[in-house]
T-cell receptor, first 111, second 115 residues
Framework: QKEVEQNSGPLSVPEGAIASLNCTYSDRVSQSFFWYRQYSGKSPELIMSIYSNGDKEDGRFTAQLNKASQYVSLLIRDSQPSDSATYLCAVNARGNNRLAFGKGNQVVVIP | DADVTQTPRNRITKTGKRIMLECSQTKGHDRMYWYRQDPGLGLRLIYYSFDVKDINKGEISDGYSVSRQAQAKFSLSLESAIPNQTALYFC??????????????FGPGTRLTVL
């Protein structure tokens, strides 16, 4: 089982709609969860971090964490063409000194 | 000025050549990392360092070596480059004081092509 899985293929959403991305992780003791945005050929940029069960909102982004089910999700409200990118889920387990990354989900916002 | 810089940004080299990729940071972070990214494979950790005297292998360290010259500098070397080391390489830093809240900040990347 992979440490962090993002299984959805490319996601196309119309401008103004909600984009929903999901990520599951295997290490039950994981403590820190991150979403990075990566434009093609550019470096990953942190957009959200979450550490407790529930929702965390930052502007048009909402991260949702459910430790019992071992998943973390990202919602992008009012999607804009500038949101077109690959979104990487990353997890840092307690006592583990590194981040494990999923392969990423590509989001395409259609004007 | 960028907090995490990488040089060179692009490099084309030939099989068997020795290559060094350099990373510098002004964030004052103790922890530094080297990743490679390949299409469809995501980010994979090559080496990481928690301070000048600490070097650790990541999941794909074979064929690579590193040097932590100072808190702010962490270099990645390919002793004898091979074509399957063609990839996008990223350096990252993080702040240990944050504990488990170990957010990593990435440099702009180096695109390496081995012919």
């Amino acid at each position: 089982q992979k440490e962090v899985e993002q299984n959805s293929g490319p996601l196309s959403v119309p401008e103004g709609a909600i984009a929903s991305l999901n990520c599951t992780y295997s290490d039950r003791v994981s403590q820190s969860f991150f979403w990075y945005r990566q434009y093609s050929g550019k470096s990953p940029e942190l957009i959200m971090s979450i550490y407790s069960n529930g929702d965390k909102e930052d502007g048009r982004f909402t991260a949702q964490l459910n430790k019992a089910s071992q998943y973390v999700s990202l919602l992008i409200r009012d999607s804009q063409p500038s949101d077109s990118a690959t979104y990487l889920c990353a997890v840092n387990a307690r006592g583990n000194n590194r981040l494990a990354f999923g392969k990423g989900n590509q989001v395409v916002v259609i004007p | 000025d960028a907090d995490v810089t990488q040089t060179p940004r692009n490099r084309i080299t030939k099989t068997g050549k020795r290559i060094m990729l350099e990373c510098s940071q002004t964030k004052g972070h103790d922890r530094m990392y080297w990743y490679r990214q390949d299409p469809g494979l995501g980010l994979r950790l090559i080496y990481y360092s928690f301070d000048v005297k600490d070097i650790n292998k990541g999941e794909i360290s074979d064929g690579y070596s590193v040097s932590r010259q100072a808190q702010a500098k962490f270099s990645l070397s390919l002793e004898s480059a091979i074509p399957n080391q063609t990839a996008l390489y990223f350096c990252a830093t993080s702040d240990p004081i944050a504990g488990v809240r170990d957010t990593q900040y990435f440099g702009p990347g180096t695109r390496l092509t081995v012919l």
